[in-house]
């Protein structure tokens, strides 16, 4: 019997994990009137996308992805990408069985400090809100932007804030190694302690394009 992460049609290296997700935050931000507001994503201290996460509908709640992060550095660029394991948790009213592209955007130092752990929680050790939808959106960014983490998913063409509360995010040891040669810290890549690689460009470059504000976490 299949499992839900045998079942996930995960990317075939860290390379193309880091470019889907790149690839994920381009054709987000492109759709006419319906991507992140650029105030909330120029706004956020790091980002997180998860290209193809699937829900089981066979398992009421599951849900399992691999994903990138990077978070702001000390010169307002953006630190070499962080493999990560998102699990668990609801997603709202999403449909069940199928794949999702998640976006999490992490907007306050609290948020930071809690994705410098390498393993948290969604809704318990950082509080999450469904993101606010539309390039021009601006009535309650304020209000969106006091949650730590905001998350979003597109799933067949439809974006939309999401519901994410309970799932869990831990560092990919392997995908890092894999990635790096050897392992390095969640926190050493997020905190921009180490090198960029050549291969995280495209990933690098989506970031610089859509959230290039002067935001400094420090």
């Known amino acids: 019997t299949l499992s839900l992460h045998d079942a996930l049609p995960i990317c075939s290296n860290e ?10 935050l381009d054709e987000i931000m492109s759709a006419p009137d ?6 909330v994503i120029d706004n956020a201290k790091c980002v997180a996308v998860v290209p193809s996460m699937l829900k089981g509908g066979f398992v009421f709640g599951a849900a399992y992805g ?11 660029g953006w630190t070499p990408p ?10 709202g009213l999403q449909i069940g069985g199928q794949a999702v592209d998640v976006v999490m955007l992490v907007m306050n130092d609290h948020g930071m400090r ?6 948290f929680k969604l809704g318990a050790d950082a509080s999450v809100a469904a993101g606010p939808v539309g390039r021009a959106a601006s009535g309650d960014t304020d209000l969106y932007m006091r949650a730590e983490i905001l998350t979003y998913s597109r799933a067949r063409g439809v974006f939309a804030g999401l519901t994410l509360n309970g799932a869990s995010v831990r560092q990919d040891r392997d995908a890092t190694r894999d990635f790096y040669g050897h392992y390095i810290s969640y926190r050493t890549l997020l905190r921009g302690e180490t090198e960029q690689p050549q291969d995280a460009d495209p990933w690098i470059k989506a970031l610089d394009r859509y959230a290039g504000g002067s935001t400094n976490p420090y």
Do not use: M, Q
């Open 66 to 76: 691999r994903g990138v992060a990077s978070c702001r550095d000390e010169k307002g």
């Open 15 to 24: 390379v193309d994990r880091v470019e889907s997700s790149a690839t994920v």
């Open 114 to 119: 809690n994705l410098l752990t390498s393993k």
């Open 82 to 91: 962080a493999f990560f394991v998102l699990e668990g948790g609801s997603f």
């Open 34 to 39: 319906a991507g992140i507001p650029n105030r």
